[in-house]
């Protein structure tokens, strides 16, 4: 087994799209994780991205990731002899910065004209991809065309638009790769995640029936990541998956992932539509607890910033207690 790989541009032809758009489904379902090819960014732009990020990395990044705390306790860790066993330092490997509309002449290190500029572009391309992704998956699902992007900007079609920003990251060189990984296994909380990956250097990870499988690097692939709301608003049609980042020894990975979320306000549920279908298969008339017919799993209804903030809280844990503190939120209210 592997990663699902799809090439969009067999979306253009009418047999192979069936089968491309099947791929899709069986990807957001079973992985939650699938690489795109022939995605529609251009590849120069791609290429520009990730050579004018990793050129502000040497130049402006760099020294301070090496005077940070996770390099401090990795040094104290391994002068004090410390055997972890089978556990880890429980920080991240990792340095950047997070990108939005109104963060791009404040972030710090300050931004050079011509990677901010890039990353202007990167920004709209992959709005349109995110859009597109939830597209396929509305008509997968047999939702109206434009449903899930209405829902995640949390509104009817009145202006109201998602949480957007780009997080872009570095995982250095780790000289004990062993002790500390670049990124904790953890979830997504949000809607669809869209990461442009280092193409030489590997560590992405996703969680599968207990086994860990690699996020290959493939050059100018668009790799989708279902996050937890999205999960609940296809009504577990997707699914959110555990993943992780590994070290490395002797290499230096970037990582530029949009986060295509719930609008803050926005209110997270099951589509009504798959809870019909998902009581329709259950053969229980009086089911109305957003109850996903495969799983015998009830998602709860919930505002974004609430779950959120509780994830902010609960990043690297398990997701039911989130979900239990949205149910008695909700009853609450």
């Known amino acids: 087994m592997a990663v699902p790989v799809i ?14 758009m099947a791929k899709i489904q069986n990807a957001c379902q079973e992985w939650g994780f699938f690489q795109l090819l022939n995605h529609g960014i251009p590849h120069a732009l791609l290429d520009r991205v990730k050579e004018l990020f990793k050129e502000h990395y040497k130049n402006s990044m760099d020294a301070e990731f090496q005077k940070s705390e996770i390099v401090g306790m990795l040094e104290s860790a391994v002068s004090q002899g410390k055997n972890f066993g089978t556990t880890k330092i429980d920080d991240d490997w990792e340095t950047g910065f997070f990108l939005q509309d109104e963060t ?31 597209d396929i998956i509305c008509e997968n699902l047999g939702l109206e065309k434009g449903y899930l992007k209405e829902a995640i900007a949390g509104g009817n079609g009145d202006g109201k638009a998602p949480f957007f920003g780009i997080k872009m990251a570095h995982y250095p060189p780790c000289p004990r790769p062993e002790l500390v990984d670049g990124l904790r296994p953890h979830l997504d909380a949000g809607g669809v995640i869209l990461l442009l990956q ?53 290499a230096n990975r970037m990582s530029v992932a949009a986060f295509y979320n719930p ?7 099951p589509a009504p539509q798959l809870i019909m279908k998902a009581t329709e298969q259950n ?27 509780v994830y902010g809280e609960q990043k690297f844990l398990e997701r039911e207690p989130r979900f239990e503190a949205m149910r008695a939120l909700c009853s609450l209210k």
Not at 7 to 18: S, T, V
Not at 263 to 269: C, K
Not at 284 to 289: F, G, L, P, V, Y
């Open 7 to 20: 090439d969009m541009k067999k979306m253009l032809n009418g047999e192979e799209r069936e089968v491309t």
């Open 104 to 134: 791009y002449d404040t972030v710090s290190p300050p931004l050079p004209s011509n990677l901010k500029q890039t990353m202007k572009e990167f920004s709209e391309e992959v709005k349109i991809l995110a859009e597109r992704i939830l």
């Open 198 to 250: 280092d193409d030489e250097v590997g560590g992405l990870q996703v969680l599968k029936d207990g086994t860990w499988f690699d996020v290959e690097p493939i050059r100018h692939a668009i790799v989708i990541d279902i996050g937890d709301q999205l999960e609940v608003m296809t009504n577990g049609k997707c699914k959110s998956m555990w993943h992780r980042v590994l070290s490395k020894k002797d």
């Open 263 to 269: 609008s803050t306000n926005a209110e997270v549920f």
């Open 283 to 309: 053969g229980n008339e009086n089911d109305n607890n957003n109850m996903n017919a495969q799983s015998g799993y009830s998602y709860p209804k919930f505002v974004s910033k609430d779950y959120m903030k």
